[in-house]
């Protein structure tokens, strides 16, 4: 069952509808970062990633989005699918790091 | 191309029993990574290893966690004791080692319930 996440922010959306995650990150020295799935009982699963010298990524049905100025990062998923239901987590790299910092997620339903 | 194997997938141990989790990160992937992760929060770095030496471990609790990533491949997570506030997913990551801002690849975690 449902036992991760139970707290987490939700977005509900309708299947084939497109849906936006929001992230707000938290050092403006980050220069790189990645959207994380994570579905029920499995490990995050990368999804996309982008530069900050770059303000739009595409990938297949995913698109990130990066606004550097006042530290956001979207998650653009279109014609959403049963399959989407998951956590996603952004996480950002400090600049000349290793060190990834997580966000604290948000649960996809994606309704029928 | 196989990708990061954690071992066991889940654990139940009563508190004060020592527990170990393994870790063997894709190949060819230096930088190894043991994250916890706790119920509807994101992974919270504990240690980073390159090769085989622990690079950063400022957020490892050190009076009962410890890791060792002998040969630079596999590595192994422990705790002893274990506490009650240690049930979590522990959740190994690797990347390559060619500049920071790399891609981070996660195992399937090993899902820790003290009792």
């Known amino acids: 069952g449902e036992s991760v996440g139970l707290h987490l922010p939700t977005l509900s959306v309708q299947e084939g509808d497109n849906s936006i995650i929001n992230c707000a990150y938290s050092n403006s020295a980050s220069d790189y970062f990645i959207w994380y799935k994570q579905e029920s009982g499995k490990g995050p699963q990368f999804i996309i990633d982008?530069?900050?010298?770059?303000d739009k990524r595409q990938g297949q049905r995913v698109t990130v989005l990066l606004n550097k100025t006042v530290k956001h990062l979207s998650l653009q998923i279109a014609a959403t699918q049963p399959g989407d239901s998951a956590v996603y987590f952004c996480a950002e790299n400090y600049s000349g790091t290793y060190k990834y910092i997580f966000g604290t997620g948000t649960r996809l339903k994606v309704l029928a | 191309e196989a990708g990061v194997v954690q071992s066991p997938r889940y654990k139940i141990i009563e508190k004060k029993q020592p527990v170990a989790f393994w870790c063997n990160p894709i190949s060819g992937h230096n930088t190894l990574y043991w994250y916890r992760q706790n119920l509807g929060q994101g992974p919270e770095l504990l240690i980073r290893y390159e090769n085989e030496e622990a690079v950063d471990d400022s957020q490892l609790p050190k009076d009962r966690f410890s890791a060792e990533r002998l040969k630079g491949v596999d590595s192994t997570l422990k705790i002893q004791p274990a506490e009650l506030g240690d049930s979590a997913v522990y959740l190994c990551?690797?990347?390559?080692?060619?500049?920071?801002?790399?891609?981070?690849?996660f195992g399937s975690g090993t899902q820790l319930s003290v009792l």
């Open positions: 982008i530069r900050s010298n770059m």
């Open positions: 990551a690797s990347s390559r080692r060619t500049g920071a801002g790399e891609k981070l690849f």
